[in-house]
């Protein structure tokens, strides 16, 4: 059965608004396009909103995620309407892994300095961090949108294992950011290869499908066609 529902999963510091540009063009290609809105306070948390969306589309999906958002697919994407995953500068942790666990052997990125407390328990980017490290490659008012909107984090996400890493079963794909700033792009290369994914390489920041959602949409329209 031909894929034709996108499920696009977001990540830390950020909402489903992300996906604003994207959506649109998967949308004209002739596909369905919906974005998850995760909690951001547990794997498990995420996980279940994504299965939510996922149980309540029609035939099978591509599953879609970006930073956080890829450690959220490699859990949720074990369901048995998913048959592909794409990751977009995303995290890939492996099995019993958890998201510091798979980048800690990588020196930090500049925006890790700016990750700050945001009440009890979790964390947010900072106005310096989003405008210089998360989304430098876009307009300065279209990045104060994406700090207004972001999703603070629990701090314990980093740390939930994930059980089943469903990119050792499924056919992936990834895009690398060479000038991410909050992940570094060497660990993206790293898991992208560990993986066996299909890659593309993108000179963008952390957020790709904000800067250059045409060469995202179509990456998405190339993996979708090719299950």
Not at 61 to 69: D, E, M, N, R, T
Not at 206 to 224: E, N, R, T, Y
Request: glycine share 8%; aromatic share 8%; charged share 20%.
């Amino acid at each position: 059965m031909a894929i034709n529902t996108i499920v696009l999963v977001h990540g830390a510091f950020a909402d489903g608004s992300c996906w604003a540009k994207v959506i649109p063009l998967l949308t004209k290609r002739g596909l369905k396009a919906i974005a998850v809105q995760n909690p951001l306070s547990s794997l498990a948390d995420d996980v279940t909103a994504a299965h939510r969306v996922i149980d309540m589309q029609e035939g099978p999906v591509l599953l879609v995620g970006h930073s956080w958002g890829g450690a959220v697919i490699t859990e949720a994407g074990n369901h048995p309407n998913v048959k592909g995953l794409v990751y977009i500068s995303a995290g890939a942790p492996d099995n019993g892994q958890s998201f510091q666990d798979w980048w800690k052997d990588y020196a930090p990125a500049p925006g890790a300095a700016e990750i700050k407390p945001y009440g009890e328990g979790y964390v947010a980017l900072t106005p310096e961090g989003v405008r210089k490290h998360f989304v430098q490659d876009i307009p300065s008012d279209e990045a104060d949108i994406v700090y207004a909107t972001q999703g603070p984090l629990a701090v314990k996400c980093f740390g939930d294992k994930i059980t089943k890493a469903a990119w050792r079963s499924k056919p992936n794909w990834y895009i690398v950011a060479s000038r991410d700033e909050t992940i570094p792009p060497a660990v993206e290369r790293d898991s992208a290869d560990r993986m066996g994914a299909e890659i593309l390489v993108l000179e963008s920041s952390h957020v790709p499908m904000l800067s250059q959602p045409g060469a995202v949409a179509d990456f998405i329209v190339k993996a979708a066609a090719a299950l």
